[in-house]
């Protein structure tokens, strides 16, 4: 007999239905649902192709939101890290470094400064 067990625990997900996490299972329904609405929405003003074409349009973000992991983040965790990065803290970024052995050698100096001046 043997028993699977993840090797990294924090990487465990359980399964609902037919091998889906929960997330992805309700991302695949709401895909259906809004494929079905585009559908006959669409159908009778734009046609059938057309509709077909904006059923896939439609529901591929949102099937693809249940399934999207980058670096360990689900698309919404994502999302806002790329608009904070990339919208709110925007623009140039100033990097100055600091060159501690010149800050102490130049303690150093005034340090003999000051020493010479207290000696005469």
Known sequence: MEIKICKDVREYRE????????????????????AVGLYFGLKSTVGKEIASWACIVG???VAIA???KYNGLTVERFIGAWFKSEV???????W?????Y???WRMIQNAKNTKKQFNK
């Open 15 to 34: 399964s609902v239905f037919f091998g889906l996490t929960l997330r992805q299972f309700a991302c695949s329904i709401g895909a259906v649902l809004i």
């Open 66 to 68: 249940g399934f999207f």
């Open 59 to 61: 529901a591929a973000p």
């Open 102 to 104: 010149l800050e102490i």
């Open 96 to 100: 100055k470094g600091e060159n501690y």
């Open 88 to 94: 709110r803290r925007a623009g140039q970024r100033l």
